[in-house]
């Protein structure tokens, strides 16, 4: 009966100590916009200029921070600020956003072989620049830091 006692009393303690870690975590993750590096500000004011904030998360690994915006656009950010992925759902990737951030031949290459689709997400890797197209079926297009196509992947 001693035996039953004790285990039950532990399951308990560990079950309160794991949702108090959840908790502590969860609050941990929100910060306020003027705790993102100054780098990820600038972005945010520069290219989402008026669009209010909605929430974000920092995060332990990579992206490091994730800012939720109004317009239903979520942004990544590496720790020291620098973009990691704009994803805009099912909307359009502003074109300026394309014109600054990418090699000018990565929307040109988009423009020629996929004539009718938009890009709705666009991201920086180890190998490159990855862009995801509103096409049915989803099409992702990967290329080398020089803007040359590594692979098209549809899913």
């Given amino acids: 009966m001693m035996m039953k006692k004790m285990k039950w009393f532990g399951l308990l303690f560990l079950m309160g100590v794991l949702s108090l870690a959840f908790i502590a975590c969860d ?3 929100k910060i306020s916009f003027d705790k993102l590096p100054s780098q990820s500000q600038q972005f945010i004011d520069t290219y989402f200029r008026g669009v209010a904030v909605t929430k974000i998360e920092k995060r332990i690994g990579e992206p490091h921070y ?3 915006l109004a317009n239903g656009f979520v942004v990544k950010f590496y720790r020291a600020g620098g973009w990691q992925e704009v994803d805009g ?4 990737i502003p074109e300026l956003l394309l014109i600054e951030l990418l090699p000018e031949t990565i929307p040109q290459y988009i423009n020629e072989q996929f004539p009718a689709a938009k890009i709705i997400e666009i991201s920086q ?10 096409t049915v079926p989803e099409t992702e297009v990967r290329f080398d830091h020089d803007g ?5 992947i549809i899913d």
């Fill in 27 to 29: 609050d941990d993750d």
């Fill in 66 to 68: 994730k800012v939720y």
């Fill in 89 to 92: 759902g099912s909307t359009e």
């Fill in 125 to 134: 890797h180890d190998f490159g620049y990855e862009v995801e197209l509103n």
């Fill in 148 to 152: 040359k196509v590594i692979i098209n």
